[in-house]
């Protein structure tokens, strides 16, 4: 498994943390790490996630329940959840990423997760989205 994904599993890890505790984010990367033995090669990229969807949680959420027809923000399991923020966060703020890998890894993260039906939701959620923002920049002239 590659560094990236296994930073992206980290991610995972401490944002779903984070959605009960609401601990300060930098203790709950440091609990997570320290009680899941995570790899120093891996906390740069995973820190960068955690704090990014930290930032940017509310536009991210809101993102969620705009394209989530017929299920409030609360109702979406948390680990889905999470992993649409992580994804989000990467689709709309990381250009080295591309996004066609933020969703099938969003998709393989939800099968791995929760179940194979969350693969599919997260599938569905994250494409519109997506295909909602490419249409956006498009008719804005945006790159």
């Not at 599993?9 to 790490?33: G, M, N, Q, T």
């Not at 995973?46 to 536009?59: P, R, W």
Request: glycine letters at 4%.
């Amino acid at each position: 498994m590659g560094k990236r994904r296994r930073s992206r599993e980290l991610a995972i890890k401490v944002l779903f943390h984070l959605d009960f505790s609401r601990d300060d984010p930098a203790i709950a990367f440091d609990l997570i790490c320290n009680n899941f033995g995570a790899s120093e090669d891996v906390k740069p990229f995973s820190k960068e996630l955690v704090f990014g969807v930290c930032i940017h949680i509310k536009e991210l959420d809101d993102l969620v329940a705009k394209a989530s027809q017929n299920w409030r923000l609360e109702r979406i399991a948390k680990v889905d959840r999470s992993i649409l923020r992580l994804a989000l966060y990467e689709l709309l703020y990381r250009d080295d990423i591309p996004p066609k890998v933020s969703i099938n890894e969003a998709v393989d993260l939800g099968k791995k997760f929760s179940s194979e039906e969350s693969g599919a939701f997260i599938n569905g959620v994250l494409d519109k989205i997506y295909n909602t923002l490419m249409t956006d920049k498009k008719s804005l002239n945006i790159r």
